[in-house]
């Protein structure tokens, strides 16, 4: 049974500029989004930034109204039964905001099992638990303000979890973590997974995704360009090789150049301190290796490497090279 | 409304005013307003009325202390749904199963009651400092009248926070409101003294009806007779200011999710 239905979503934002002459400028967010998570599946949304998927996050979470497109969760329509589709879910933005900075952990939880309808005698009893899950037994006295974004960020799942909701909404939830906060992040994921919790999971991260979703949506100017097990979405490029070349102070310019080359499939670039590595998917392998060091004449060049294309590499070309 | 959901209503008021006051507690502005402006209020009222007699200093008392609950319900109730915003913490509240207005309700008790603290001060700055002896004619009314006030406040709030939020062009108004409601509603000195004009402005603010009844409670200058006038206008605001916060707050928070405003300033 699926759990969560999306049917050819669509949420438009509208600004207005100007005092005397006002103009209304639309953006369109989600363009037309379809998908099904199934009961107790762990689905990832991945995009680059402004793809659409935290205005289709907040759709679901009954904080946008979409302009078009039907929504449901176990069946309650999103916006005409919003306060019963509110007591199924939980949601995690994000970033350290969201929390009382000035109260303690404890007094926090106990704030939001009031507005949850989380009856005093169970919180009492709850609460501790959580901070045990979340890994913060014993510092659920000190203030918010005190905690390190990894800990802001495990209290966020601790308050989204009081009400014991079936279903939970992570937007992004490790970005800004250190890889030990992310990777115990990911573990207290696992834990919500393995309790049968209906999880939509949206990242960054490649390798995150691979490792803990079972389907993966991705998404792209407001578009699923596909939908997938991680292993299938990595047949997408499978013929395909990457050849990664270290660079110093690349112009610009250089990169579009290679863009252009009638052999390369994808380009993506990553910032290192103060190299560049370019990822160049291409079905050339290794051969494709001298005409791309020919196109950086002049440029100081690192290491090069050919390897085998991940998710990563698949999302990339899926999203025409613009990670 | 079922009478289970009356029960949770309650209980999460009292919890959200319990830990609004103690997140508040820390905040200067907080204390400036609650405490601080109503001090000064009443220090320069105390000395430009002296030798008017120990009535007209339980007039000051009560009036310094209507001056902190205006001044919190305007601007600390006012900005309750923005200062949420600005936390990040709106999001999480609107998506809670309970009504929104039932979390302002609570946040807006806590402003008021902590607000009342400036009536206490007030009280033992005209005792301790001027020397007033200072006796209240009529305490069970008294009682009663401050917690018919609280309700009218808390009430009267409600429809401040919303407004502020949908048309921000009230808002910037915002200051301008804070002295004229102090003197239309006759916290300091009687509206008798004002032109006949704004007699009707006065009777249309709840505070103004909070503050007869105070202000003849506390000094034995009413009959029972205008008490309850004054506590029935208190009530009648109350309920259709009720009716209205909780159109308007469907509208804003419908407004809000259409606009997609709940998380941007």
Redesign the interface.
């Given at each position: 049974m699926n759990t969560i239905e999306v049917k050819n979503l669509r949420r438009i934002?509208?600004a207005t500029t100007g005092v005397i002459r006002r103009k209304v400028k639309e953006v369109e967010a989600v363009k037309d989004v379809s998908f099904d998570i199934k009961e107790g599946e762990l689905f990832g949304l991945l995009g680059p930034n402004g793809a659409g998927k935290t205005t289709t996050v907040?759709v679901l979470?009954?904080?946008?109204?979409p302009d078009a497109g039907e929504v449901r969760v176990k069946g309650l329509d999103i916006v005409k039964d919003a306060?019963e589709v509110?007591?199924q879910?939980g949601?995690i933005?994000g970033?350290e905001?969201?929390?009382?900075?000035?109260?303690s952990a404890i007094?926090n939880l106990?704030?939001?099992a009031?507005?949850?309808?989380v009856d005093?005698e169970v919180s009492k009893k709850r609460i501790p638990e959580l901070l045990e899950l979340v890994g913060l037994k014993g510092r659920g006295d000190e203030r918010v303000q005190g905690y390190s974004r990894g800990m802001k960020q495990r209290l966020h799942v601790a308050?989204t979890l009081l009400h014991d909701p079936d279903i939970l909404f992570l937007d992004e939830p490790t970005i800004g973590l250190d890889p030990v906060g992310a990777r115990e992040f990911r573990e207290v994921i696992r834990n919500l997974q393995s309790e049968k919790k209906t999880i939509l999971l949206t990242t960054h991260y490649m390798f995150e995704a691979d490792s803990l979703c079972e389907r993966v949506a991705v998404i792209d100017k407001g578009e699923i360009v596909a939908l997938d097990t991680p292993s299938a979405l990595k047949k997408h490029v499978r013929d395909l090789s990457v050849v990664e070349i270290e660079t110093f102070g690349i112009d610009p310019k250089v990169i579009d150049d290679i863009r252009k080359l009638p052999f390369v499939d994808a380009l993506s670039t990553r910032e290192q301190d103060h190299r560049q590595l370019l990822l160049v998917q291409t079905e050339r392998g290794a051969e494709a290796v001298p005409d791309l060091i020919a196109s950086l004449e002049g440029m100081r060049i690192g290491r090069v490497t050919v390897r085998e294309p991940t998710l990563e590499d698949a999302y990339v070309r899926l999203v025409g090279g613009k990670a | 409304m079922k009478f289970k959901n009356l029960i949770v209503y309650w209980r999460t008021i009292l919890r959200v005013a319990e830990i609004t006051l103690r997140h508040q507690w820390n905040d200067s502005f907080i204390l400036f307003a609650i405490l601080v402006q109503p001090m000064l209020i009443a220090i320069l009222a105390l000395f430009m009325l002296r030798g008017s007699g120990e009535n007209y200093a339980m007039f000051v008392v009560v009036g310094s202390g209507l001056t902190g609950l205006w001044s919190s319900l305007l601007f600390i109730s006012g900005n309750s749904i923005n200062g949420e915003r600005w936390q990040g913490t709106l999001e999480s509240l609107v998506a809670a199963p309970i009504p929104f207005e039932v979390i302002i309700f609570g946040k807006n008790l806590a402003n008021v009651v902590q607000s009342l603290l400036s009536m206490s001060t007030s009280y033992l700055l005209a005792a301790l400092l001027f020397g007033y002896t200072l006796q209240m004619s009529a305490p069970f009314l008294f009682t009663a009248s401050v917690f018919l006030s609280i309700f009218a406040f808390i009430s009267f709030g409600l429809i401040i926070a919303p407004l502020f939020i949908m048309y921000r062009g009230i808002q910037q108004w915002q200051n301008a409101m804070e002295f004229p409601v102090y003197i239309l509603a006759g916290f300091l000195f009687p509206i008798a003294l004002l032109p006949n004009w704004t007699t009707p402005v006065s009777y249309i603010l709840p505070p103004y009806w909070a503050a007869r009844a105070l202000h003849e409670t506390s000094t034995g200058e009413g009959d029972l007779q205008k008490i309850l006038l004054a506590w029935g206008m208190m009530l009648i605001f109350s309920i259709v200011d009720l009716f209205i916060s909780s159109k308007l707050f469907r509208k804003m928070l419908y407004k809000a999710r259409v606009d997609a405003t709940l998380e941007t300033v």
């Open positions: 934002y509208r907040k979470a009954t904080l946008l109204i306060n509110r007591k879910i949601f933005f970033g905001r969201g929390l009382y900075w000035r109260l007094d106990r704030y939001f009031s507005l949850y309808h005093p308050r | -």
